[in-house]
């Protein structure tokens, strides 16, 4: 498992640590990745961290549209494309798929709907972490599927 060495903290626009070497996957690939004060958590393909949205209540339906989108853009399949990928240390049984309204497929894990945060501009770096954003609380996730506040 690659490392990254990252400060973090609840939205504290805290930077990140030197670019993971061995993430070069399709950013629909989940992995684990461990991040400074926050451990082990869920990162995309490309090394940078999802989240969760806790009006999502856990019930796979994103409740993110519009001007959410934008600052939080839901992690997405491409065209053709029909399930995410489980990298190294993530439960394939707790990936999965729901359809947005716009028709696209969003990735899952344990039934949350997982999304980037547009502030985040490089691998490692989480400072959406603890935000209330946009109607709700973000988090960062852990490799059970729960929210690591």
Same mark, same amino acid.
């Given at each position: 498992?690659?490392?990254?060495?990252?400060?973090?903290?609840g939205?504290? !626009?805290?930077?990140?640590?030197? *670019? $993971?070497?061995s993430?070069?996957? $399709?950013? =629909? @690939?989940?992995? /684990?990745?461990?991040?400074?004060?926050l451990? &082990?958590? +869920? #990162?995309?393909?490309?090394?940078?961290?999802? =989240?969760?949205? /806790?009006?999502?209540?856990?019930?796979?339906?994103? @409740?993110?549209?519009?001007?959410?989108?934008?600052?939080?853009? $839901? +992690?997405?399949?491409?065209?053709?494309?029909?399930?995410?990928?489980?990298?190294?240390? #993530? &439960?394939?049984?707790?990936?999965g798929?729901?359809? @947005?309204?716009?028709?696209?497929?969003? /990735?899952?894990?344990?039934?949350? *709907? +997982? =999304?980037?945060?547009?502030?985040?501009?490089? $691998? !490692?770096?989480a400072?959406?972490?603890?935000?209330?954003? +946009?109607?709700?609380?973000? =988090? #960062? /996730?852990?490799?059970?599927? &729960?929210?690591?506040?």
């Amino acid at each position: 498992m690659a490392a990254l060495a990252a400060a973090c903290g609840g939205g504290s !626009g805290a930077g990140s640590g030197p *670019p $993971p070497a061995s993430f070069h996957g $399709p950013a =629909y @690939r989940i992995e /684990v990745a461990q991040v400074d004060g926050l451990g &082990r958590i +869920l #990162v995309d393909g490309k090394g940078d961290t999802v =989240y969760l949205f /806790v009006p999502d209540h856990h019930r796979s339906v994103s @409740r993110c549209h519009g001007i959410c989108a934008l600052e939080w853009p $839901p +992690l997405l399949l491409p065209p053709g494309v029909r399930a995410p990928e489980a990298g190294h240390g #993530v &439960r394939a049984s707790l990936l999965g798929t729901i359809r @947005r309204p716009d028709g696209r497929l969003q /990735v899952t894990y344990g039934g949350w *709907p +997982l =999304y980037r945060w547009f502030a985040d501009t490089a $691998p !490692g770096m989480a400072t959406g972490q603890g935000l209330d954003n +946009l109607g709700g609380l973000w =988090y #960062v /996730v852990s490799p059970s599927g &729960r929210p690591v506040r």
